[in-house]
């Protein structure tokens, strides 16, 4: 399987995020890889989109999302979950635009992920935002590296073509913010997946 390169995510915000279904995110600890298959993400593009962090402008913790293609932005929300965003645009853009990794399917490294996750059923490990960081050891020590450098602990890779029809679509999770920014349809998920986040 190859890694996805910055080209993959110098395209049409939406149109990445939909693509990303089916794909591997990976993080190499200590020498062993720990992965899943991502099968939920919610996109957010723009400086006029409400529910993006960058709506109000550059600010020291969202400056990575006016970078480059392929650079991780990570944060922390309720002082103890970090949340693993990748910045999706075409080049040479002027405007924030990330893609929140939502929910992956546990694929390799199940041992680690179990580890850090006692006490929780396996499809309770990675099947939320919070969750898959936590799974995966991922940290703002992360956040800012390019995700499609080679080297990069933390990347993508091909893995499964997923057919259109098993792509569901609706409106992204957890946020209060005006119309049409409330209902906009910008969250993907795989169809009758069990580690999905949320099903409708």
């Given at each position: 399987?190859?890694?996805?390169?910055?080209?993959?995510?110098?395209?049409?915000?939406?149109?990445?995020?939909?693509?990303?279904?089916?794909?591997?995110?990976?993080?190499?600890?200590?020498?062993?890889?720990?992965?899943?298959?991502?099968?939920?993400?919610?996109?957010?593009?723009?400086?006029?989109?409400?529910?993006?962090?960058?709506?109000?402008?550059?600010?020291?913790?969202?400056?990575?999302?006016?970078?480059?293609?392929?650079?991780?932005?990570?944060?922390?929300?309720?002082?103890?979950?970090?949340?693993?965003n990748v910045?999706?645009?075409?080049?040479?853009?002027?405007?924030?635009?990330?893609?929140?990794?939502?929910a992956l399917?546990?694929?390799?490294?199940?041992?680690?992920?179990?580890?850090?996750?006692?006490?929780?059923?396996?499809?309770?490990?990675?099947?939320?935002?919070?969750?898959?960081?936590?799974?995966?050891?991922?940290?703002?020590?992360?956040?800012?590296?390019?995700?499609?450098?080679?080297?990069?602990?933390?990347?993508?890779?091909?893995?499964?073509?997923?057919?259109?029809?098993?792509?569901?679509?609706?409106?992204?999770?957890?946020?209060?913010?005006?119309?049409?920014?409330?209902?906009?349809?910008?969250?993907?998920?795989l169809r009758?997946?069990?580690?999905?986040?949320?099903?409708?």
């Amino acid at each position: 399987m190859s890694r996805l390169t910055q080209t993959f995510f110098a395209r049409d915000t939406l149109t990445t995020a939909h693509d990303l279904l089916g794909c591997l995110l990976v993080h190499e600890v200590d020498g062993q890889r720990v992965a899943g298959r991502i099968v939920e993400v919610e996109a957010y593009t723009g400086h006029d989109d409400l529910a993006s962090h960058a709506a109000r402008g550059k600010t020291p913790r969202n400056t990575v999302m006016f970078g480059p293609p392929g650079i991780s932005y990570i944060y922390l929300i309720y002082g103890m979950y970090q949340l693993l965003n990748v910045i999706a645009k075409p080049e040479g853009v002027d405007y924030p635009a990330a893609i929140l990794i939502r929910a992956l399917e546990p694929v390799e490294g199940l041992q680690f992920m179990a580890a850090r996750r006692t006490g929780r059923r396996r499809v309770e490990w990675t099947s939320g935002p919070g969750r898959l960081t936590l799974a995966l050891a991922i940290d703002q020590s992360l956040n800012g590296i390019d995700m499609t450098a080679p080297g990069s602990p933390l990347y993508f890779e091909e893995e499964i073509d997923v057919p259109g029809e098993q792509v569901q679509t609706g409106p992204r999770i957890g946020i209060n913010v005006s119309e049409p920014w409330q209902s906009m349809p910008w969250r993907f998920w795989l169809r009758d997946n069990p580690f999905v986040s949320r099903a409708g």
